[in-house]
């Protein structure tokens, strides 16, 4: 069984008289599949009652971890994650996690303890105030409630693509439930529909286009639209693009690859050209615009989303309409253009060998000016050794430039970066956990900076034990690499800025994981060979690159004076 089939069983719970900690829990059971957390006094009867009835829990080191791996659990899957932690310091340590979660709309619930009814203890914080700074909402469970308050948890963040905290209180969670209370429905959720004049305007533009592109988000695999859009780029002769957690989303020879600081050098020329983007459920943040370099100025760029209207500089023309209905109307208005006249037709070499190759045309050296190795020659490298069927999963930090240009992906669902919403480092060990439990059916493969990597190291451990099969690429730069050329580029003093060389592949086999240092292209065989000889087992790599190499989307944005 892959972990995207169904249980084959329910799970059976003893019997017993229901409280609110165990009504939370059959809840829980019923709603997801997995269960992510670390136990206290706040959530250990819950916990308990799961995991005596056999429910799939995996226990992080650190609470932060907790949220990351639900985090990317659901990024994995599409399906709601689930996490718990206990009270105070407990939910505190979410914290990152929960606003990283927050800001990249990823729906999921974490079940906290909270402070008694009768108020705050010396060692409790307002956590309903506190989640509420990061704009999530905290519902709470008690004796009447607990089932359907449990349930609307769950709902609500399917429903806003956000996550949810359901706290019971310390002093409610062992109460035998009373008459249950009715919460009534949720509210029907607005449908947001194009004009009929929103969708002439943009058939007309799109069929006057000479050069297309279409631009696809993670919004357009959340609704499901994907076909839509690239049956709307077949008929138009369009080029494609996608947001990075959006990556193979057309499985198209005419996809250019990730948007923005992670485009290949020779993808940018057609990029640049096209006098057209249609933009669907991307943000056009500065990741993906490369600091609003990526296309010409007086491209039109239309953008096809249900969020609210903001100000873009890039952008157009604005359009709120859901994805699937506008997509459907909008094929209705464009008939397949003649292939023989589209811009395909002009640039046959893109859906060629050649262009869409990993080698890293950009700069083949093997080392960098200090001798260390040059992380696009070792990256395209990993593309040709690494297993075919992998999740990709990165942390944060300079060195996320590379992977997304240079590795390829089965799916959409197979790249999974945590921490970027937020701009933090410091998640990948949890964030990987998170995708080997999701997907064990898959050789899971996190890249990590030396700095992000000693973060999240509590965690390096759950990962190793949630793992079948899995590969950790560290790449060392002995630096926060990107306050190195940001800040020690401009004359600032860069003691802060280096860290001492740590061997992971050290750590990694302390552990009880295999590993080696790569100071050179030929020891990346060692890798080569334990893949070839494990089906099970992690291996460690930590690769010592040069700190002389900066990642392109991070020269995008010093070419742009701005400041990450």
Do not use: C
């Not at 944060?396 to 197979?414: E, N, Q, T």
């Amino acid at each position: 069984m892959t972990a995207i089939d169904p249980p084959s069983a329910p799970v059976r719970f003893p019997d017993q008289e229901p409280t609110v900690s165990s009504a939370v829990a059959e809840v829980v059971a019923g709603r997801t599949r997995h269960l992510f957390g670390l136990m206290g006094n706040g959530n250990a009867h819950l916990i308990s009652h799961l995991t005596r009835a056999g429910f799939p829990f995996t226990s992080a080191r650190h609470e932060s971890a907790t949220v990351t791996m639900a985090d990317a659990y659901h990024r994995a899957t599409g399906e709601i994650a689930a996490a718990t932690t206990t009270y105070g310091a407990g939910f505190t340590n979410t914290y990152t996690a929960l606003a990283e979660a927050r800001m990249a709309r990823v729906p999921l619930v974490l079940v906290v303890g909270d402070a008694p009814t009768t108020g705050l203890r010396p060692f409790d914080v307002d956590q309903p105030g506190a989640a509420a700074a990061v704009g999530v909402a905290t519902l709470t469970a008690g004796p009447g409630n607990a089932v359907a308050v449990a349930h609307r948890a769950f709902d609500l963040a399917i429903r806003t693509f956000q996550p949810v905290v359901l706290a019971i209180p310390y002093d409610l969670g062992n109460l035998p439930l009373t008459d249950p209370e009715d919460l009534g429905p949720l509210p029907d959720k607005p449908a947001h529909l194009a004009t009929a004049v929103e969708l002439d305007e943009v058939a007309a533009v799109l069929r006057a286009a000479d050069r297309p592109l279409i631009l696809g988000g993670r919004g357009v695999l959340l609704s499901g639209a994907a076909a839509e859009l690239k049956e709307l780029g077949d008929r138009l002769g369009a080029m494609f693009m996608t947001s990075v957690m959006a990556a193979n989303l057309f499985d198209s020879a005419w996809d250019l690859g990730v948007a923005g600081g992670f485009t290949r050098t020779h993808r940018l020329e057609p990029a640049r050209t096209a006098d057209v983007v249609l933009v669907a459920g991307a943000s056009l943040n500065a990741f993906q615009t490369r600091y609003g370099t990526l296309f010409s100025p007086g491209t039109r760029i239309i953008r096809i989303d249900n969020e609210p209207a903001t100000e873009h500089p890039l952008v157009t023309d604005y359009i709120r309409a859901d994805l699937p209905a506008f997509l459907a109307e909008l094929l209705e208005k464009v008939p397949g253009a003649d292939p023989a006249d589209t811009w395909r037709a002009r640039l046959p070499e893109v859906a060629g060998p050649d262009f869409r190759s990993a080698a890293p045309n950009e700069d083949p050296a093997e080392f960098g000016a200090d001798g260390r190795l040059n992380p696009r020659a070792v990256v395209s490298v990993l593309d040709r050794v690494l297993p075919r069927e992998r999740s990709v999963v990165m942390d944060g930090g300079h060195f996320i430039g590379w992977a997304p240009m240079y590795l390829s992906v089965p799916d959409p669902r197979a790249m999974v970066l945590v921490g970027t919403a937020f701009q933090s480092i410091g998640l990948g060990f949890g964030s990987a956990a998170g995708v080997s439990a999701a997907r064990p059916d898959r050789t899971t493969v996190l890249f990590s900076g030396d700095g992000g990597g000693l973060m999240g190291l509590a965690d390096f451990e759950t990962f190793l034990r949630a793992t079948r099969r899995g590969v950790v690429v560290v790449l060392n730069d002995s630096a926060y690499g990107a306050e190195l050329h940001q800040y020690a580029s401009k004359g600032l003093h860069d003691q802060a800025m280096l860290i001492d060389e740590v061997d992971f592949s050290a750590i990694g086999r302390a552990l009880g994981a295999d590993g080696a240092k790569a100071t050179s292209l030929a020891d990346l065989a060692v890798l080569e060979d334990w893949l070839a000889t494990h089906d099970e087992g992690v291996f460690v790599l930590d690769v010592a690159i040069s700190q002389k190499i900066v990642a392109e989307f991070m020269s995008a944005s010093l070419d742009a004076g701005k400041r990450l």
